[in-house]
């Protein structure tokens, strides 16, 4: 204990040390008799308590309470005299002082100083709980400030991720939605194909043979009826991403220009047409052809948003997409040749968006349109490895950005394979034998005709088992023309036996329904080996004599492998 003693006595100053060793701690006095040593030894913290002399011969106890109030307010001052009477005692303790002890009853020393320190200790106690208490108040508006920041910062993220997942999960019912009805179309344009080549075949042998104009009109009028199915048909199978593609490096700026008298034409007199053409523009990895379709499919769509004029724009650029898609039909990040078509016209409702890409649906008046135009693109593009962005506004108008693949600087253009004509040769007075196989009776009726018309001595089997039993008793084939959707043995299946068993055994794929990878998977290796239902004029015949002058040249076949990478 740290003990400051004002005493002028040594005798005094003696009986009190002596008394303060009944304190039972260890005890540290520093004595002090001059105003100025205490004046310097009264500073805070430096003494748990002060015991002073009241009538000191230079400096009295009266002053030094005043100098131990004014320097060390908390630490306990104490009279210790034997001059105190008991009016100035209470009027000492009224100025500041703790507490008094005479000289004549020293033995009060000890209890005096211990309850000098606990209250000490209790006013410290409650200084610093108020203090505390103080400081709570002080933070605690501001605290309650941060914790509702939080709080809110906390719903906003978690709004956030409500929004998100719900985001997250109407992307994922709209393309499960669009799989599954590109599953159905696909299915749908198969069994459409096989009709409609039965139904172009028939046409096209009774034109040979009705000589009235009355009749041939009527057949021209199924012959177009026909043709629009077939089209249907192919835009149903660019939505379900089942088409034949053959992408090749195009420049999207050339192909733009050359239809510009096509688009002015389609569009009409009263549209503005407005045309920006990045000048070094990326090639884009795309099938030609295609592409054409896109973007005239994209035109009559802007066309037909504008009522009364308006202004169609179209713009290509080279685009670097880093954002990760928020819908189905949008690019994954990486870089892209861009094409976008705009318009003028009414704009599309969030109702309209959400559903613009389903086949057959369409806000135009019944007649008007199929409801797939759009759904062509999307199954286009993104069989293409791109992706389509739609901005719209209602009544403001709409742009359709789609993103091709750009070409890799080090791809080298294709070397297109080499045109066969004419077919195998034979000795004089034999033809090529061929041997058609499909389970549709109506189908492989059409194909064994046109083959035989065409000159070829022809064979048929309904299935891809009977097919391997027909070359199992006569393997003299000269070309296999496979279905390639057949129930039981399909048509891969099939291919696969007579390349284990006949090696040399050309196939020639026939197929409403062009799963590209699964013709792959097949053999199927580049277009000449594929013939699409229903039948283009000539088509069939041109890839069978293709066919069978490859396997009557193989040096010519050889050529023909390498221009196709092989």
């Not at 835009?235 to 096509?262: E, I, Y």
């Not at 034409?265 to 053409?277: D, P, Y």
């Not at 890799?408 to 294709?414: G, M, N, R």
């Amino acid at each position: 204990m740290r003990i400051l003693h004002l005493e002028d006595s040594d005798l005094d100053a003696e009986l009190i040390e002596a008394e303060l060793e009944n304190l039972g701690h260890p005890v540290v006095i520093e004595r002090v008799i001059t105003r100025e040593e205490f004046a310097a030894a009264a500073q805070p913290g430096r003494h748990d308590i002060i015991l002073a002399d009241y009538v000191l011969p230079t400096f009295d106890g009266v002053s030094a309470l005043g100098i131990a109030r004014l320097q060390c307010p908390d630490t306990p001052f104490i009279f210790c005299s034997g001059t105190l009477g008991e009016e100035v005692a209470v009027e000492a303790i009224k100025n500041g002082a703790t507490d008094y002890v005479t000289k004549q009853r020293l033995g009060r020393m000890t209890r005096t100083i211990v309850r000098a320190l606990a209250e000490k200790r209790a006013r410290d106690d409650k200084s610093a709980a108020e203090a505390a208490l103080q400081a709570l108040n002080d933070t605690l508006e501001t605290r309650i400030r941060e914790r509702t920041q939080e709080l809110a910062a906390s719903n906003t993220a978690l709004k956030d991720q409500i929004v998100e997942r719900e985001r997250a999960e109407d992307a994922l019912r709209l393309v499960q939605r669009l799989d599954a009805v590109g599953q159905l179309t696909s299915g749908v344009a198969h069994d459409f194909n096989n009709l409609l080549t039965v139904i172009a075949g028939n046409i096209e042998f009774l034109d040979r043979v009705v000589t009235d104009e009355r009749s041939k009109r009527r057949l021209a009028m199924m012959r177009g009826a026909a043709a629009r199915g077939a089209k249907l048909t192919a835009q149903l199978l660019a939505f379900s991403r089942r088409q034949r593609l053959v992408p090749r490096p195009v420049s999207l700026n050339h192909t733009v220009v050359s239809m510009r008298d096509l688009l002015e034409s389609s569009i009409g007199g009263a549209i503005q047409i407005e045309i920006t053409l990045q000048d070094d523009l990326w090639p884009a990895l795309v099938d030609a052809t295609q592409i054409e379709l896109v973007i005239l499919n994209l035109a009559i769509n802007a066309r037909d948003a504008m009522a009364v004029g308006g202004r169609l724009t179209i713009e290509t650029a080279n685009v670097t997409v880093s954002e990760a898609p928020t819908r189905p039909e949008q690019p994954q990040p990486g870089e892209y040749v861009m094409i976008s078509v705009s318009d003028t016209g009414t704009g599309m409702t969030p109702e309209v968006l959400a559903r613009v890409f389903e086949p057959f649906f369409t806000t135009k008046e019944i007649g008007k349109g199929s409801g797939l135009g759009l759904a062509q693109v999307y199954g286009f593009v993104k069989q293409s490895s791109g992706g389509v962005r739609i901005d719209t506004v209602p009544a403001e108008g709409t742009s359709i950005k789609v993103y091709l693949p750009r070409v890799a600087e080090d791809t080298v253009a294709p070397v297109l394979p080499a045109v066969v004509e004419g077919a195998r040769a034979h000795p004089p007075g034999s033809r090529p034998v061929l041997l058609v196989v499909d389970d549709d009776a109506g189908v492989r009726e059409v194909t064994a005709t046109r083959m035989a018309e065409a000159g070829y001595t022809v064979r048929e089997a309904a299935s891809g088992l009977q097919a391997l039993a027909a070359l199992d008793s006569d393997s003299d084939v000269d070309l296999v023309v496979l279905d390639f959707a057949m129930p039981g043995m399909n048509g891969a299946e099939a291919a696969g036996e007579i390349r284990k068993r006949w090696p040399s055994m050309p196939v020639l794929f026939v197929t409403g329904f062009a799963d590209t990878d699964a013709l792959a998977r097949a053999g199927a290796d580049g277009t000449d080996a594929i013939v699409l239902k229903p039948f283009r004029d000539g088509e069939l015949e041109h890839k069978v004599a293709t066919a069978l002058a490859a396997r009557a040249s193989p040096g010519l076949r050889l050529v023909s492998d390498r221009s196709r990478g092989g």
